[in-house]
């Protein structure tokens, strides 16, 4: 069973502070993503990473970096949090190679003051 | 890239009765077609998922249906419960060198006892 995990359920931070969001999967999956959940909006790609070191920008960047140094896990960072990330974190992964099925992580819920 | 639009936004049903929620997309080369049901306060978990070269797949109380040449594809849930309250997401996997899916906003069904 493949599980995705996530480092926090909960997080407060203040504006400014520099933040991170961890995730790990346990299945060897090649790919990773982190999305952003907010009302009405969906789930909105922010980064993606295909392999190790190796990352690419989805649809909502701007503000974000990634960091993916194992295979298993990849990180999520806001260098400056601001009010306007307050959102719901969701980390996925897929093996990849056309299996395409995504496992979500828990997700984390991000409150920036 | 690839725009999926998913109707409606919110639907409300009696138990028992049937609830069908549309997607469209926008990229022909689309191949792959999977639905999430996240219920609340809990992780997007797969459902049910169809590929270009197949009409319609069943699983029990649900159903998927694509439409290649209208390009939209549609959930069906057939004699509804309590238990299938919950936000679904449909998504596209796009190809051309950036295999990664584009998700609908989300549909929140709510089944009345």
């Known amino acids: 069973d493949v599980k995705v995990t996530q480092s926090s359920r909960y997080l407060v931070k203040r504006t400014g502070e520099k933040v991170f969001l961890e995730c790990v999967q346990d299945?060897?999956?090649?790919?990773m993503f982190w999305y952003r959940q907010d009302p009405g909006l969906g789930l909105r790609l922010i980064y993606f990473s295909y392999d190790v070191k190796m990352k690419e920008k989805g649809d909502i960047p701007e503000g974000y970096s990634v960091s993916r140094e194992k295979k298993e896990r990849f990180s999520l960072i806001l260098e400056s949090a601001s009010t306007n990330q307050t959102s719901m974190y969701l980390c996925a992964s897929n093996l990849g190679d056309r299996e395409e099925t995504q496992y979500f992580g828990p997700g984390t819920r991000l409150l920036v003051l | 890239g690839e725009n999926v639009e998913q109707h409606p936004s919110t639907l409300s049903v009696q138990e028992g009765d049937s609830a069908v929620i549309k997607c469209t997309y926008s990229d022909s080369a689309s191949n792959y077609f999977p639905w999430y049901k996240q219920e609340l306060g809990k992780r997007p978990q797969l459902i049910i998922d169809?590929?270009?070269?197949?009409g319609e797949k069943k699983d029990q109380r649900i159903a998927v249906t694509l439409n290649k040449t209208a390009k939209h594809f549609s959930l069906h849930i057939t004699e509804t419960q309590p238990e299938d309250s919950a936000v679904y997401f449909c998504a596209a996997w796009g190809s051309g060198g950036s295999y990664i899916p584009t998700f609908g906003r989300g549909t929140s069904l709510i089944v009345h006892p």
């Open positions: 169809i590929r270009s070269n197949v």
């Open positions: 299945m060897d999956h090649e790919n």
